[in-house]
């Protein structure tokens, strides 16, 4: 579906009352240079303009239309639009599918709308500040980029588009777009259009669910391929509810983790808020993705390097040491009192010399820096004069462009980075960002979108449509049993009805054995486990005790060379499908809440960076003298579960795996306890 009429016309009709009239106005303030079509049926004039009775009568097609009529009325004004061939619609009326009756006329307003391109229904529209024309019946505090170039922001909600524009942070904005109910075009697919303007730097989307994978899969693989960075910002976070969980894994990987989860799989960042979201956009708008997190970075405060240095501590930056040849260049540029380090605190001793302020700056940064910061907050204009703050971005503005270095300034408050200042600084190819926190955050997600884009493009995630049967969960002797057919390790046992057949099976496995009740839930909780039995008799008195809670055991030989004890599965996300998680496993993992959740298909080195990533790693590669874990047989054990979840992934509900037991090194991994929820659907 093409989107360019709509989004770039040289046409409007605007249709309706007081609304309409307002769309109007905001194009004539923005100096929209093409035909306005009022449409309305009883006003002579909208805006200083004659209106046209119906859209029948309208001159030719418009390419866009506002409709700002009532919802029944909106239904029949999309139908005609799209019958006289327009490029597109905006439907700004509420009390479609977000009211108790709507459901139906929203379906109907789809259907009007057929091939014709529909936004909305119950939203602002779009504001295109690079060709001057907003589709927007309020105020807004946006301009044209100053460079005709800008960054383009998608969301779900008019009120958060209304105060993105009123930011006074010097973010340019070449589109705002706003998406409501998403009837027929959703945030991937108004992005996705957005893409196709070779003027956007970089895209913002405010998502409140992943709907459709594909369309977000589709809009990745675009803009990996323009090299056009995309920012999200997922909103809504909520843990699955947990009184109905089974396992372990259902209450660490919920929808939020497998949200966090895709959006990384896309190559996107992933931000905390607005305020984080702009500032990453403004990094990216200037500099792009960066190839690392190295930071440089220059104050002229020993308090503002404690707040960069801890500050880095949380952010994902490094402020790497400086090399003793670096700090023996650096000593011999600034005053003999100042401690050469990294963050570098120049003190005052050069303030207002712009020759020294700039040899301090090139010389510092002619080290291999991903990027440098200088932290630099203005004095109000009001009040102050700002004459040696404007010495100071003239010299590391040189300093920049002589060691052709991505440069950043940030203040340590946003608001004392006045959008004037910011103009003048992104003029000259310098990033300014407001908030130390803020623009630590957009340097690492800089960094992530590069790392992204310098890995292959990840496969599709599996199908999500799972349905029909009756969800069935099987006890622990299945669901070893079907592991163990794809390559799991699984402890030695067999399955007792009665005490005798208990102490056989446990005398033939010799040594010491596990007893556990058979089809019980949550067995630590319940008292239905029963481990390290080693004698006939004990056997006997704990079959017999777990007999009168179930009616089987399972006795298995008991695994005792554990090293770490993880835990591995798999649950199922209504948007995003089967969600593998991986992390700390036994009784307290969720209390330890240790844990990173994958997507499916997964591949090696993802399960290996998931691994890597837990607090327990340490324990895995030996700490503090102990044994190293079989990391190589982890890595398997887990391979094999997400094969066996991918296999089955039109059945499979839930599956957990707590703990996989990991031995020392060369000694393999053992899943000791294994729970598998599948649908089971009658042929």
Known sequence: MKLSRLLRPNTLAVIGGTPAERVAQQCDRMGFDGAIWPVH??????????VYR??????????????????????????????????????????????????SLQRELVEAAAEMPLVGPNCYGLINYLDGVPLWPDQ???????????VAIVTQSSNIAISITMQRRGLPIAYIVTVGNQAQLGVPQLAAALLEDERVSAVGLHVEGFDSAADYEALASLARRRRVPVVAMKVGRSSRGREAVL????????????????VRRLGFASVQDLAELLETLKLLHVHGSLDGSRLGAMCCSGGEASILADAAETAGVTLPALSPDQVERVSGTVHPLVNVTNPLDYHTFSWGDEPALAQIFTTFSSRAFDAT???LDFPRADRCDDADWQTTLRAFGKAMRTTAGKGIVAATLAENLPENHADDLMAVGIAPLGGVREAFAAIDHAAVIGAAWRRNQPPPILPVACGGGVVETLDEAESKAMLAEWGVTVPRGAVARDEDAAVEIANALGGSVAVKALGVAHKTERRAVRLDVRAPDEVRTASRELLGIADAVLVERFESD??????????RDPQLGLLLAVGSGGILVEMLGDSATLLLPVAEADVRTALGGLRCAPLLHGHRGQAAADVDAAVAAILAIARFAAMHHDRLEELDVNPLAVSPEGRG????????????IAQ
């Open 41 to 50: 049926p009883t006003r002579a004039t909208v805006a200083g303009r004659n």
């Open 54 to 103: 119906s859209i029948a009568d309208l001159p030719a097609a418009p390419d866009a239309a506002f409709v700002g009529v009532n919802r029944h009325a909106t239904v029949e004004a999309v139908g005609q639009l799209a019958a006289r061939g327009a490029g597109g619609a905006i439907c700004y009326a509420s009390g479609f599918l977000e009211a108790d009756d709507g459901t």
């Open 140 to 150: 807004h505090g946006g301009r044209p980029p100053p460079s005709e170039r800008g």
């Open 247 to 262: 396992s372990h894994t259902a209450s660490i990987a919920g929808s939020e983790s497998g949200a966090q989860a895709f």
């Open 373 to 375: 910061l200088l932290m």
């Open 562 to 571: 554990t090293v770490v004890e993880l835990i591995v599965g798999i649950v």
């Open 669 to 680: 991994a053992c899943a000791l306890d294994v729970l598998i929820r599948t649908r089971r």
